[in-house]
C-alpha cells in the first residue's frame, strides 16, 4: 500500500511539473499569433483584424493575448515572425496570405506542439503535418451575388439607352473591367464568378481583366481602372486591397462618365458614395470563432476549411444609392437559390471554353502542378465545378469564354 502512494505521489508531481512547463511557456494563458500581409490600412487585412477580435471576445480570449505581426513580407519574413510568436508562448498562428503558406509549414514543421493556419493555402491535406491546416471562405459565392448587382445596373444602363458605342465591344457586348491583384486561382475563380453574376442578369457582356501584381497598391489600382474606363468599361469589379479603383471610378463618374465600381472586402460608400454598386466581403468572424474554440479544447483545427453562405461566412456590403431598381430583391433571390442548393456558381452550362462545354476538369491537388499524380482529383459532377470542396483554396483557373485577360504573367 504504501509503494502504491509513493507511485501515485511521483505522477503527481510529474504532472504537475509538466503544467508548470507549459503555463511558463504560455504564461498560464492561451495566446493566439496572427501573422498579416498589411494593416489596418489594408482592406482584406483590416476584415481579418476585425473578425480575429470578434472572435476572441466571442471565445473569452482576452484582446492582449492576441500577438500581431502586421505587414509581414510572403518570404524568410513570415518565418521569422512564425518562430518570434512561438518565443512569446503563442499555442496557434495564423496568416492571411498565400505566399506565407510555405514559410508557415516550415514553422510547423519545427515546431510540432503549435497549430498553425495558412490562409488560402492548399498543401495542408498533403504536408503530413498534424498541426498545419488551411482555411479560406467560400467568397466566389459573394462575388457572384455583387455580380448579380452589377448585372441589374447594366441592364437598367443599356435597355435605358445611357450607354455610348465605346460601351459595346464588336460583338454587341457591354464593356467590363476587372482590377486583378495576380493572375492566381484565388483571383481567377473571383473574378469568373462575378462575371457569370452578370451574365445571370444580362448575358450581353465581354470582361477585360488587369492585373496591379500586388496585393495593395492605390496608384496602380486606380490607373488600372481608368485604363479599363478608357476602354469603355461600365463597371469596375477588383480583386485588389485598396481604395484606388473606386476612387477612381467616383472621379470619372462625377466628370459625366458612366462607371460604377464592385468592391472587395470593405464598404465603398466612403470613397464613392454614388459609383459604389456594393463590395463583396468575407465575415472572418465565423472562421476565427471556430478555429479559436477547437484550440481551446485541444483539438486539431480543421485541415480544410471553407464556408459561404450557409454558414454566414460571405456576404455583400450595403447596397449604394445608384443599385438598380429591384436590385435587393434579386439579391434576396440569389443568395436563397445558393443557400437551398438550387444555384451553383460554376455549372457548367453557364460558360464555355473554346466554344465547347467543359465536362471534365482535374484539380492538382499536390502544388507540384503535375495533373497526373494519384492524388489529384476531379473537380467537376453533377454539372458544376465544386469550388473550395476539394480543399479550402480556390481552384477554378479556367479560361472560359467571353473574359480577356489584358496582361496576366
Known amino acids: ?82 518562430k518570434d510568436l512561438v518565443d512569446q508562448g503563442c499555442s496557434a498562428i495564423f496568416s492571411n496570405s498565400y505566399g506565407h503558406q510555405s514559410f508557415m509549414q516550415q514553422a510547423a514543421a519545427e515546431f510540432p506542439d503549435v497549430k498553425f493556419v495558412a490562409m488560402t493555402g492548399d498543401t495542408a491535406a498533403t504536408s503530413g503535418l498534424q498541426n498545419f491546416s488551411n482555411a479560406f471562405t467560400k467568397v466566389y459565392e459573394s462575388r457572384y451575388v455583387s455580380g448579380v448587382v452589377a448585372g441589374m445596373k447594366v441592364k437598367e444602363l443599356a435597355d435605358g439607352g445611357a450607354l455610348a458605342p465605346e460601351n459595346y465591344d464588336a460583338d454587341g457586348n457591354v464593356r467590363i473591367g476587372y482590377v486583378g491583384a495576380y493572375p492566381y486561382a484565388e483571383v481567377v475563380s473571383g473574378y469568373t464568378a462575378f462575371f457569370l453574376g452578370i451574365k445571370s442578369v444580362y448575358p450581353a457582356v465581354s470582361m477585360e ?4 501584381n500586388s496585393w495593395f497598391d492605390i496608384t496602380a489600382e486606380g490607373e488600372a481602372a481608368n485604363s479599363l474606363m478608357a476602354d469603355g468599361c461600365v463597371i469596375i469589379g477588383q480583386h485588389a486591397d485598396s481604395t484606388g479603383a473606386p476612387t477612381a471610378v467616383q472621379a470619372a463618374l462625377d ?48 485541415v480544410d476549411w471553407a464556408e459561404g453562405y450557409n454558414e454566414d461566412a460571405v456576404a455583400i456590403t450595403a447596397l449604394g444609392p445608384s443599385v438598380a431598381s429591384g436590385t435587393k430583391e434579386k439579391v434576396d433571390e440569389t443568395i436563397a437559390a445558393i443557400k437551398g442548393g438550387s444555384l451553383h456558381v460554376f455549372d457548367t452550362a453557364s460558360f464555355t471554353v473554346g466554344g465547347a462545354s467543359l465536362n471534365s476538369q482535374v484539380v492538382d491537388m499536390t502544388g507540384d502542378f503535375d495533373i497526373d499524380d494519384p492524388e489529384d482529383k476531379e473537380a467537376i459532377w453533377d454539372g458544376y465545378f465544386h469550388e473550395s470542396e476539394l480543399r479550402a483554396a480556390p481552384s477554378f483557373s479556367i479560361d472560359i469564354d467571353g473574359i480577356t485577360k489584358l496582361n496576366a504573367e
Not at 501515485?8 to 509538466?18: R, T, Y
Not at 465600381?261 to 472562421?287: E, F, I, K, R
Request: charge should be negative; charged fraction near 20%; glycine fraction near 8%.
Open 1 to 82: 500500500m504504501k509503494k502504491k502512494l509513493i507511485v501515485l505521489a511521483m505522477i503527481a508531481v510529474l504532472l504537475f511539473s509538466l503544467a508548470g512547463c507549459q503555463n511558463a511557456a504560455s504564461g498560464g494563458k492561451l495566446k493566439i499569433g496572427v501573422i498579416l500581409v498589411g494593416d489596418e490600412n489594408e482592406g482584406y487585412t483590416y476584415a481579418h483584424i476585425e473578425g480575429i477580435k470578434k472572435a476572441a471576445a466571442n471565445t473569452g480570449i482576452a484582446e492582449e493575448d492576441i500577438l500581431w505581426k502586421y505587414s509581414v513580407k510572403e518570404d524568410e519574413s513570415c518565418y521569422e515572425a512564425a
Open 209 to 212: 481583366v488587369t492585373f496591379t
Open 255 to 302: 466628370s459625366g462618365k458612366v462607371a460604377y465600381s464592385v468592391g472587395y472586402n470593405v464598404d465603398m460608400l466612403s470613397v464613392a458614395p454614388t459609383a459604389a454598386l456594393t463590395s463583396a466581403t468575407n465575415n472572418w468572424s465565423v472562421y476565427y470563432t471556430h478555429a479559436f474554440e477547437q484550440v481551446k479544447a485541444g483539438q486539431r483545427i480543421d
